[in-house]
């Protein structure tokens, strides 16, 4: 029986840390399919199908992944690609209780669907897409947390806002 994972998220953009969860994955699982959501409820930077093109590039040398943009409930797209487990990324204690409570909705609405978390590596400990993206924003250099075509994905980006005036979103600085 081939064993299939569905490792779902907006991915805006895709970073490293995102690389070596579905790396790991990989190694557990016969297939991974990188799940895209289509409509998140944060202001995605990049449309889903730019983030579906990256995420092809940033996985292209994981033979077993496959990336496709999903909308609706993530079991459901589960279950269509006949998805054993859902994998997710764990970088911090405060993202355990977000996960846990999503583990046990997904577990109410598909008992038959496992819920599989794989720490991250420490190196990728601080990485999120919403630094990601305000570091890129403000002109920072993000080489080391995101591909080559990422980077410059986001430099693109950047310079578009820069021109159309458009505020950088800051996360980093809390109330």
């Known amino acids: 029986m081939i ?24 190694s557990i699982f016969d297939k991974v399919v990188v799940a895209v959501y289509d409509r998140p409820a944060k202001n995605p930077l990049f449309t889903v199908e730019e983030r579906v093109a990256l995420g092809r590039q940033a996985f292209e040398d994981l033979s077993n992944v496959r ?4 909308g609706g409930l993530t079991v459901e797209f589960a279950r269509q690609v006949g998805a054993q487990a859902i994998v997710r990324g764990l970088r911090a204690i405060s993202d ?6 999503m583990a046990l909705t997904n577990r109410q609405l598909a008992p038959e669907i496992e819920f599989v978390c794989l720490m991250t590596r420490q190196a990728h400990a601080f990485i999120s897409s ?31 806002r820069e021109e159309n005036q458009e505020p950088v979103p ?4 809390r109330d």
Do not use: W
């Open 170 to 173: 800051v996360v980093s600085l």
């Open 3 to 26: 064993r299939t994972a569905l490792y779902p998220g907006t991915f805006d953009p895709v970073h490293r840390g995102h690389i070596d969860i579905a790396t790991r994955a990989c």
């Open 67 to 70: 990336v496709e943009a999903y």
């Open 130 to 160: 919403s630094i990601v993206k305000e570091v890129a924003l403000l002109a920072g250099n993000v080489e080391a947390m995101v591909t080559p075509q990422v980077a410059r994905a986001l430099e693109a980006r950047r310079r578009q």
């Open 96 to 101: 355990f209780e977000l996960e846990y409570q």
